[in-house]
């Protein structure tokens, strides 16, 4: 039997994961969001965005199974008796952005939805912009795990 070492894929898949979440709440923050709003009226732009999250939120949904559990997995194949300090703030980060997401798809994200599919468009204005927010919030808390996981090892 061939002794596979499991911890670069399980590395791979967890910081692929974090790309495809931290990366896209940049792109949607800082690039298309300013466009959007400068080019759309808001009977374009909250549809557009009711769509562009739907498709994203998804991906971010798997990204929230994968990077625990793949973390989970790297932790336990090391067999370490106690985390390092910086792989609990990592953790502790993580755990908080995804309930900032869980709120933002259960909460804004519907209400968003409601008013797009009533054109109600200052409740989908209003939706958008704790959306938007929220996002703004978990984006900075994606770059503080982010510097936590690669410059946090600087500090230990």
Do not use: K
Request: proline share 6%.
């Amino acid at each position: 039997m061939v002794d596979f070492n499991w911890y670069p894929i399980f590395l791979l898949v967890h910081v692929a994961s974090v790309v495809v979440w931290v990366g896209g709440m940049f792109f949607a923050y800082v690039c298309l969001r300013p466009v959007a709003a400068q080019l759309l009226a808001p009977a374009e732009r909250l549809p557009l965005w009711r769509l562009v999250l739907r498709r994203f939120f998804a991906w971010v949904w798997v990204a929230v199974v994968l990077i625990p559990t793949s973390g989970g997995a790297t932790i336990a194949l090391m067999g370490i008796p106690t985390l390092p300090l910086r792989w609990r703030v990592m953790m502790t980060l993580g755990t908080a952005m995804i309930a900032v997401f869980v709120y933002v798809v259960f909460v804004p994200y519907r209400a968003l939805q409601r008013a797009v599919d009533a054109q109600d468009w200052p409740a989908g204005a209003a939706a958008l912009a704790r959306i938007r927010r929220l996002v703004g919030i978990n984006l900075l808390l994606g770059i503080a795990t982010i510097a936590d996981a690669t410059a946090g090892r600087l500090f230990e």
